[in-house]
Nanobody, 125 residues
Framework: QEQLVESGGGLVQAGGSLRVSCVASGRTFGSYAMGWSRQAPGKEREFVAF????????VYADSVRGRFTISRDNAKNTVTLQMNSLKPEDTAVYYCGRHSAGITRARDCSSYDYWGQGTQVTVSS
């Protein structure tokens, strides 16, 4: 299991933007798909976005499509989630995870190999 470390969370007003990043340890980052999920207090983990190994296949949750952008830089072992037009309902801990279960299972949070520790994103109204 590689270490995944998220950063970039914080407090932002509704309509604002944040960028959260995830840096992976190890030598095989470029061989795996990655994704982002989020979890708000009292709610189950929710799929946010997925990106395959070379960045050519991307999947978004309906709730974030058009507002969030996932990207990756395999040379830096980094996957990034740019979040624009933030809403209070986006408030959650955001996690990045490794995925090796195939694109058809990208939206299933339980199919991810493991998740990082998360970074808190709070959107005020």
């Amino acid at each position: 299991q590689e270490q995944l470390v998220e950063s970039g969370g914080g407090l932002v007003q509704a309509g604002g933007s944040l960028r959260v990043s995830c840096v992976a340890s190890g030598r095989t980052f470029g061989s795996y798909a990655m994704g982002w999920s989020r979890q708000a207090p009292g709610k189950e983990r929710e799929f946010v976005a997925f990106i395959n190994w070379n960045g050519k296949t991307i999947v978004y949750a309906d709730s974030v499509r058009g507002r969030f952008t996932i990207s990756r830089d395999n040379a830096k072992n980094t996957v990034t989630l740019q979040m624009n037009s933030l809403k209070p309902e986006d408030t959650a801990v955001y996690y990045c995870g490794r995925h090796s279960a195939g694109i058809t299972r990208a939206r299933d949070c339980s199919s991810y190999d493991y998740w990082g520790q998360g970074t808190q994103v709070t959107v005020s109204s």
